[in-house]
């Protein structure tokens, strides 16, 4: 699966975007996706993963409330809405497929990634 990642920019804290991620490819509808990030010095860690038909969603403890991770699998795209965004959310988030059968947290877990998109929260 190919991965091209968009919607990241600059919001003032407490504002909200939409990541978009468009896979290209013929499994996209059969893989978990993920959403990850990496702050500035920091290692890359999990935000959110969705299972194949939507119907499980999973969150870092730090996102949970705030952030909501979907995906249409007709249009072979996965969406990570963020609201209430904060300054320590500032990262480069990447998306990630997963053909493995139960959604994983770890990012050695996924097989194919895109190239990211900056997201910075200003305060």
């Known amino acids: 699966v190919q991965l091209q990642a968009s919607g990241g920019g600059l919001v003032q804290a407490g504002g909200s975007l939409r990541l978009s991620c468009a896979a290209s490819?013929?499994?996209?509808?059969?893989?978990?996706m993920g959403w990850f990030r990496q702050a500035p010095g920091k290692a890359r860690e999990f935000v959110a993963a969705?299972?194949?038909?939507?119907?499980?969603?999973y969150y870092t403890d730090s996102v949970k409330g705030r952030f909501t991770v979907s995906r249409d699998n007709a249009k072979n795209t996965v969406y990570l809405r963020m609201n209430s965004l904060k300054p320590e959310d500032t990262a480069v988030y990447y998306c990630a497929a997963s053909t493995l059968m139960v959604v994983r947290t770890s990012e050695a877990e996924y097989d194919d990634w895109g190239q990211g998109t900056l997201v910075t929260v200003s305060n």
């Open positions: 969705i299972s194949w038909s939507g119907g499980s969603t």
């Open positions: 490819g013929r499994t996209f509808s059969r893989s978990i």
